[in-house]
């Protein structure tokens, strides 16, 4: 499978595709729109975003930061995030279960 093939953009809004949901985690796959996103929430595990296409504005816990194709970031949990589509972008999700 490619990356980038994993899930198809929609026009207006954000689409997701779960790869993968165990008890240990799971992997999802999403693509934004440009200028949809995720409003501001926690999760109670620590979560990995790799950016497959496009770019992305995420904030953790009050912090901005600006991502391009290739980069990942660390989302700690019961930290508060959000994510925004700064160009029609795709992500992999890997969130890890504790225990």
Not at 47 to 56: C, F, H, P
Not at 59 to 71: F, M
Request: glycine share 10%; proline share 3%.
């Amino acid at each position: 499978m490619k990356l980038k093939d994993l899930v198809a953009y929609q026009t207006g809004a954000v689409v997701s595709k779960t790869l993968l949901d165990s008890r240990r985690g799971s992997v999802t796959a999403f693509a934004f729109d440009e200028g949809q996103g995720l409003s501001e929430h926690t999760a109670p595990y620590d979560a990995l975003i790799i950016v497959v296409e496009g770019q992305a504005d995420i904030e953790i816990s009050g912090k901005g930061y600006h991502l391009n194709e290739g980069e990942l970031i660390i989302m700690p949990a019961n930290q508060p995030h959000a994510v925004k589509a700064a160009t029609k972008f795709k992500l992999i999700l890997i969130m890890m279960r504790a225990g």
